[in-house]
């Protein structure tokens, strides 16, 4: 952000050409805190731009369980996350050796990886006595052991507060707090009866992002966990205190990004994204779904799709996949891929309506019109599985499908249109 306040850098040239946009116009978003590049130079990956302008990213969550800790699975579907176009990666894991999970991630990745410090923070006081036992130094050493690490950008949880607790519990909500993080924070705030740390030593967690270029994604702890809960006053006190986290951020020189919601009826996207925006400042969005229905579990990939495109055409930049595993377990390498698919999808939609990515959609009407089928798997978002449907029943060297066969109504077009 410095940096780029005081003129073109040749990450700001590299992000330009990416994203076609000029070197101005990129300088200025990161420069003003409206793009963020999360980049932590011990990890150095590919640099991906969030924000205003830019092409919507699409994150994949990893990690393990307590029920399933082991390693190798988890850098099965990181494979499978890069091959099929994932522009950021989170290591969310609990079980296990977590420390070794992480450096594995970060050495084999090369865009750019998020984590949940205060998940391994939780976890070893819950293992010593309670989570609500962690103390102040724990959580900060906790996000400095990470940092020194090389992780790109953390979700800490710094707008639930002593005051946001109190809108939670006179809330009614039916679920309360669906957030891991956002969890561990707000027991510890009602056993301790003491402000959140993270929040109380705001200026102490700036000095030592800025120190190691770490962006920060102020989490949405009290994010509605249902239809019921969405947009309620827990939900937009702590957005509002993330927008006055976000000045303070950029008065710093430090990145920040904002998360958002989780699950939320349809006709309250689009409003939640214009709120998001105002409140904190055109910070670029981040968010889960948005999840349009409770009552889908097994097809919550899908459920996230549909909000997902929603939240792109209205602002979000940056969007977190949901799997076909959402709410029931952990997800294993096929749900990977589904759930990346459907958020790719939902992300190249929202950058149509901004203007970018078109081209691909009219490489695959040209190809289609020609039956030249190598032509449309090379534009598939899913090569393999285009493949693999069209030879059901129809091989290779016919020019139709196994659907229509000689009825085929672009062929016989072809046919007498050209006569």
Known sequence: MEEARRGVTPLVRRIAEKERMSEEFVRNGIASGRIVVPCNPIHNPEPGAVGEGMSIKVNVNL?????????????????????????????????????????????????????????????????????????????????????????????????????????????????????????????????????????????????????????????????????????????????????????????????????????MPIDQIEANMVMQKTLC?????????????????????????????????????????????EHLSLPNVDDVKEGLIASKIAAHVGDMTRGKGHEADTAMARARKALDWDAMYDVCLDREKAERYRERGCTKKEDGCSMCGDICAVKIVNRYLTK
Not at 226 to 250: F, H, N, P, W, Y
Not at 293 to 299: E, F, K, L
């Open 281 to 325: 400042h055109n910070a670029p969005f981040y968010v889960l779904g948005p999840l349009v229905t409770d009552i889908a579990p097994g097809y919550d990939h899908i459920v996230g799709a549909i909000g997902g495109t929603i939240a792109a055409k209205a602002g979000a930049d940056f969007l977190c996949y949901l799997t076909p595993a």
């Open 63 to 263: 990690g393990t369980s307590r029920d399933m800790p082991d390693m190798g699975p988890e850098l099965d579907k990181l494979d499978v996350a890069l091959k099929y176009g994932a522009d950021a990666v989170m290591d969310l894991s609990t079980g296990g050796d977590v420390d070794a999970i992480r450096r594995e991630i970060l050495s084999r990745c090369p865009v750019m990886v998020g984590t949940v410090p205060i998940y391994q923070t939780g976890l070893i006081a819950a293992r010593k006595d309670a989570v609500v036992e962690m103390t102040e130094d724990d959580i900060f050493n906790g996000i400095e052991k990470q940092a020194k690490e090389g992780v790109d950008f953390m979700t800490v949880h710094c707008g639930i507060t002593k005051q946001t607790v109190d809108w939670l519990k006179r809330s009614g909500r039916i679920m309360d707090v669906v957030s891991r993080g956002g969890s561990f924070l707000t027991a510890w705030i009602l056993h301790n009866e003491e402000e959140n740390p993270l929040y109380s030593n705001f200026g102490y967690l700036l000095e030592m992002c800025r120190k190691y270029e770490i962006t920060l994604s102020l989490g949405d702890g009290f994010r509605p966990g249902c239809i019921d809960d969405a947009s309620d006053a827990a939900q937009i006190s702590e957005l509002m205190t993330l927008g006055r986290l976000v000045e303070k951020c950029r008065e710093a020189g430090v990145q920040s990004m904002v998360e958002g919601p989780g699950h």
